[in-house]
């Protein structure tokens, strides 16, 4: 019936990288490693990014026409308070599972594994081929977990090291998406649909086009970056579906206007303000400009400043497109 995903179960779809290709997603790959899962101070920012965005895609897809979350009457509003607050416990639980060497509660567990079973568990950057998949398996049935063997086996070598800092790091990166699945299944949607909301809660980092091999290997983050905007779209450009139980009814759009969007206004009108506020506290400098100014563009346009005092500010990393 769907000759488009026959092709990509027989593998019909993954494109042949060339020589040149192959040889530049090598260090590409190191790079985008080094930048993320094996770098020991990303998952901080990465934590807050990550709870920043979710709360505007959770918002849109209860109640968006078509979302994941659609039609299963739930409160938006409290639905993404409720996956933004499990995202501690998961992450909790996440973390025992990956560093701590403790055993999750039985209820986390069931959750855990059902989750793991039915697809919502996202790799960092890329879509494993099943053949990896297969060999990793393998590997992991005949030797035991490094990572819960204590300081000793962490440190002895920097593979050790540095798979330490990974598992730690996807630890943080799917916590919010546990804790979207948790919520859904709660709120009784399928098992299926759960996951799908748990993949596309943030980036989905296992989705890929047929070049995206091949653009993966020139483009740093190109796939991110494209999911990234995809996502981002999909939560603002559309408007609050109609009420089920009035669906002739045709409303004004301004009655129509979905959580997300009012938020996002919202948040621009209270960064402005605080604009405003960190400018009247800013000292001047030598030359008379505000020490606000002096900060890097950059700086300003992916987190949120507070000033502190006259000289410093306190920086909260905010969720690459809504920033």
């Not at 100014?293 to 000289?311: A, H, L, S, T, W």
């Amino acid at each position: 019936k769907k000759a488009e995903y026959a092709d990509a179960l027989n593998g019909m779809t993954g494109e042949k990288l060339n020589f040149v290709a192959k040889m530049m997603s090598g260090p590409m790959s190191l790079m985008r490693n080094a930048f993320t899962q094996y770098n020991p101070s990303f998952f901080i920012g990465n934590f807050f990014r990550d709870t920043h965005g979710a709360i505007y895609n959770a918002l849109a897809e209860a109640e968006r026409e078509g979302g994941i979350m659609h039609g299963y009457g739930i409160d938006s509003k409290k639905f993404t308070k409720d996956v933004i607050a499990g995202s501690f416990t998961t992450l909790k639980a996440l973390l025992n599972e990956a560093a701590f060497d403790r055993d999750m509660t039985p209820e986390m567990k069931e959750y855990l594994l059902e989750w793991e079973a039915a697809g919502g568990r996202t790799g960092f950057s890329y879509s494993e081929s099943i053949n990896n998949v297969m060999e990793n398996m393998r590997r992991a049935a005949q030797t035991k977990s490094g990572l819960r063997k204590g300081a000793e086996f962490v440190f002895s070598k920097p593979k050790q090291f540095f798979e330490y800092i990974a598992a730690v790091n996807e630890a943080f990166e799917n916590s919010i998406r546990l804790s979207a699945y948790i919520q859904a299944r709660k709120a009784g949607v399928t098992k299926q649909r759960a996951a799908q909301l748990s993949k596309n809660i943030t980036i989905n980092f296992n989705k890929s086009g047929e070049f995206g091999p091949a653009l993966n290997s020139m483009y740093l983050f190109f796939n991110a970056s494209v999911q990234g905007i995809t996502r981002f779209g999909r939560t603002f450009q559309q408007l609050k579906s109609e009420l089920p139980n009035n669906p002739d009814e045709t409303k004004p759009w301004k009655t129509r206007i979905s959580s997300a969007q009012k938020l996002a206004a919202g948040s621009v009108l209270f960064s402005a303000m605080q604009t405003l506020i960190n400018m009247a506290m800013s000292n001047r400098d030598d030359d008379d400009e505000l020490v606000y100014n002096k900060y890097p563009d950059y700086r300003k346009e992916r987190g949120f400043q507070i000033m502190v005092d006259g000289e410093n500010s306190m920086f909260v990393p905010l969720g690459y497109g809504y920033n």
